[in-house]
Every structure is written in C-alpha cells, then in structure tokens.
C-alpha cells in the first residue's frame, strides 16, 4: 500500500516544523504516512486543493496566509473555525468533502494547563493582537472562564470586533477592548500574551513599557523562533514566569493528529523531542 500523504500548506511552508514532528509521530507508532510540505502559490491554491484525493492526501494542516482562504474549500467548519474565521488542520474526508478545524487555541491551552499548570479560570489576561491566532486564544480563554480579557491591536476595528464577540459568546467573560497600549492593565493581569509578530526581528521593539511587567505574571510570547524574545527577557528579569511558543506548537500538532488518526494517541514526548531538535537547528 502506498503512504497516505500529509502536509503543511502555506506560502512559504518550507521553513516549518511540522513535518519533522508528525513524520516522528509516524515512524513511532509504525503509521503508514508521510508528511511532507506544500508551497503553493496563491495562484495554484485552488487547483491544489481539487486535487487533494487523486493525489492520496489525506490530512493539512495550513499556515500562512492560507489560514482564511481555505473557508471557501471546506464542507464543514467546527466551532472554532466558526468563531476564529480560520483553518489550521483539513480532514479529507472524500474527493469534495474537506472538513477544516482550528487547533491553535487547544494547542495553547493544553500547553498552558498540562506543562505550565496555569488555570485561566477567574483569571485576568491581557492578549496583544487580535488576529488568527489571539482570536482562538480569546476562544479557549473565555470558554474556561477567564474573568476578564483585555485587549490591543494597531487595528481597532479588529480589536473590537474580537471584543464584542467574546461578551457575546461568553457572557461569564469581559472582554474589554483598549484604545492605545496605555489602556491595558497589565499590573493587575495573571497572563500578558503576546499574539503579535512583534518580537520575530532582533530590533523590534518591546511593545509595552518593561516597568509594568511583574513577578505576578505568566508571559506567554507565542513566537518560538528566536526562542527569547525581547518580552520573554525582560519578563524573566522582572521575575515573571514566561514560555515562547513550541509548546503550543507543539499540542496544536498532537491535536492536528488525533483529529486524522482517531484511534490513536499522539505520542507528545516523542513530538516534542523532534521539534526541540528541529528549532535547535534553525
Ligand atoms: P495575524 O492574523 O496576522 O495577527 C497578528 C495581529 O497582530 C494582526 O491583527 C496585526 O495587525 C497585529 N499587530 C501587528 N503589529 C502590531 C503592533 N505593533 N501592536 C499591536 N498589534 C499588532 O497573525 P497570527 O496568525 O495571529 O500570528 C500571530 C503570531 O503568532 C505570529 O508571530 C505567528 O507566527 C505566531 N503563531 C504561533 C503559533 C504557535 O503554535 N506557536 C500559532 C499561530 C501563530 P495588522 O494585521 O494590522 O498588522
């Protein structure tokens, strides 16, 4: 029997490290797959994605910037895909039946619960960004029952929107939209995460004042690469408890994984030791 073949899709894709984590899950439990990348031109997406069964593809997980573009290919959208307006994993179910789901906020929050033991219920967090990946963060946040979010995008109309939608969905949780970066109350927060791209680059700058960074907080910086950022540095000078990104990654994987495979058990440790070595090498 030939591999049944899975992939990143995204522009570019190269650079991920998904296919070393899901081909370790593989050679583990003795799966008959393959995981490979697929760079797709904004142009070829379309014809890609007709493709899918001919080409013996069974499963994607999509990155960017094809995260929201995919909505349009799929026949069904969990909840998450609803609320979030993105796609991180597609289940081929047959020829044209795509089933697309979000992973990322179950990725975070199993992340923050199972390894940094932080419970966001009652809790008060602070999300700078209010794009895809602060959105299913929002999501898992006041699902939990987090008391209060605030938060802060350069775009308000995003940063609201989010905002209305959590007091909507969530009546429990007070999402509180700020105007300016000065309206976060980051002194009185238990969880500051950074959902931004801001820290990738070695001059980026520190996005809030360092002086209101505290030893009450967990700084979460969903960046991985560089694997400190300025936010994780200081924080961690402040006292604070701080994490970057591949944890997330990493259970966002473990959830892609069981989503194809329902009969199995991702084996975390071993995708967990693959992704180490893969960022050790970027
Ligand atoms: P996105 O949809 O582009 O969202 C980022 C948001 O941040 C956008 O709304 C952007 O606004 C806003 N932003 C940019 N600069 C800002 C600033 N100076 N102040 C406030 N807001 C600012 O991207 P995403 O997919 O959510 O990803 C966000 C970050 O998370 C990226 O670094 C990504 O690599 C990372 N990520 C990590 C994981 C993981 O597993 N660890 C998973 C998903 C994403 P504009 O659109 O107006 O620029």
């Known amino acids: 029997m030939p591999p049944k073949i899975y992939g990143v899709l995204g522009f570019p894709a190269r650079h991920s490290l998904s296919p070393a984590m899901h081909n370790a899950a593989f050679r583990a439990l003795k799966i008959n797959a393959e995981y490979t990348f697929f760079e797709k031109k904004p142009k070829d997406l379309e014809g890609f994605l007709h493709s899918l069964s001919k080409e013996n593809i069974y499963g994607l997980n999509v990155t960017i910037p094809y995260k929201e573009k995919v909505l349009e290919y799929l026949q069904w959208k969990s909840p998450e895909v609803r609320f979030t307006g993105a796609a991180n994993t597609i289940i081929v179910k047959d020829k044209n039946y795509l089933e697309g789901w979000n992973t990322d906020g179950i990725g975070f929050h199993r992340h923050l619960t199972k390894d940094l033991k932080f419970n966001p219920s009652n809790k008060t967090a602070t999300i700078l960004g209010a794009g895809g990946a602060a959105k299913a963060i929002a999501n898992q946040l006041a699902r939990r029952e987090a008391k209060i979010i605030y938060l802060y995008d350069i775009d308000k109309d995003k940063n609201l929107s989010l905002a209305e939608k959590i007091n909507k969905e969530f009546p429990k949780c007070h999402a509180i939209p700020a105007n300016s970066i000065e309206g976060l109350d980051i002194e009185n927060s238990d969880l500051l995460i950074n959902a931004t791209p801001v820290g990738m680059k070695e001059n980026d700058p520190l996005l809030i004042s360092a002086d209101k960074l505290h030893s009450g907080l967990l ?22 408890r701080t994490s970057n990104g591949l944890g997330m990654l990493l259970y966002q994987g473990a959830r892609s994984f069981e989503l194809w495979w329902t009969d199995k058990k991702a084996p975390i440790e071993i995708m967990r030791q693959a992704l180490n070595q893969g960022v050790a090498k970027l």
Do not use: C, S, V
């Open 219 to 240: 700084i979460y910086d969903l960046i991985y690469n560089p694997p400190e950022t300025k936010l994780i540095k200081i924080g961690k000078e402040k006292g604070a």
